[in-house]
């Protein structure tokens, strides 16, 4: 590992020396994850979202992880989601379905909650905020003690280089809503233009979150999102991830942290 372990009021950063090195760190991490909430609480529930994500998670599926994860306590969720069916190459669920969930692990089909794929994206987010409300009844997720908001065991996110999380874009007014557990939008800058998703309060309310971004092309947005550089940062959605009483950790590949202020320093 390059750099590890640097604490400060943007969580935990993880500076892996390579692509291999952070596939493996990564799956560590949500494996020990897993097997605490399972120990905890009798279930994982775990988010995730689209992008690259998905196949830097690919170790979870080979060994040892596809036997010691206890695959079967695992409910599954998108943070974000686009307004797609769910064959289309767009759609996130494909992308874990064919990356992921259709690997030989045990993954209950009955724990995986992707959004319906026939509606509107209004009508989507309010059927997924329905979904995850019997979930937090039944404590299948569990419930924030500080606002009645879900708490996932784990949220996982990729970042853009425009420093979006979820389908949280910069300057947008999703990144205002207070309200709804999940949103909708109808005008994403990165296509396709209808998603849902997760707002931050939701994000914000989880028990962990880890944001996973490599490659130079998100250097400036990783160093906005996490050094101390002023109002600038202020738009950098990235940014407004700020667990109140959850852990944040970022998994970066070396190019990825190649602008941040502490790996200047350390080289
Ligand atoms: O559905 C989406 O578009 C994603 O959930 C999105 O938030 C993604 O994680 C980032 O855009 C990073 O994507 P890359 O890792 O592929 O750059």
């Not at 064959?87 to 996130?92: C, G, V």
């Not at 987010?125 to 937090?136: G, K, M, N």
């Not at 879900?150 to 207070?178: Q, R, T, Y």
Request: hydrophobic share 40%.
């Amino acid at each position: 590992m390059a750099f590890s372990g640097v604490k400060n009021d943007r969580g935990e950063l993880r500076i892996l020396e390579n692509l291999d090195e952070l596939r493996t760190d990564l799956a560590d991490y949500i494996a020990e994850l897993s097997e605490a909430a399972v120990k905890e609480r009798g279930v994982f529930a775990v988010a995730l979202s689209g992008g690259s994500l998905i196949g830097l998670m690919g170790k979870l599926c080979e060994a040892p992880y596809n036997k010691t994860v206890d695959w079967g306590k695992w409910y599954i969720f998108w943070a974000d989601e686009r307004v797609v069916a769910k064959s289309h190459s767009d759609s996130n669920y494909k992308l874990a379905k064919d990356g992921l969930l259709s690997k030989q692990v045990p993954i209950v089909p009955s724990h995986v909650h992707s959004i319906n794929d026939s509606v509107s994206a209004e009508e989507a987010a309010d059927e997924y905020t329905f979904v995850i409300r019997q979930l937090v009844k039944s404590r299948m997720v569990s419930v924030s003690d500080i606002s009645d908001c879900p708490k996932f065991d784990l949220i996982l996110l990729g970042m853009g280089p425009d420093g979006h999380v979820a389908s949280l874009f910069p300057n947008h007014a999703v990144l205002d809503e207070k309200d709804e557990w999940v949103t909708f939008i109808t005008d994403s800058p990165k296509p396709p233009p209808e998603r849902i998703t997760f707002t931050l309060p939701v994000i914000n309310s989880a028990s962990n979150v880890a944001i996973v971004v490599t490659g130079e092309t998100k250097a400036e947005a990783v160093h906005l999102a996490i050094d101390n550089i002023g109002p600038d940062s202020q738009s950098v959605p990235a940014r407004l991830v700020q667990p109140t009483k959850g852990k944040l950790v970022w998994f970066l590949d070396k190019p990825a942290a190649s602008k941040l202020d502490s790996l200047q320093f350390s080289e």
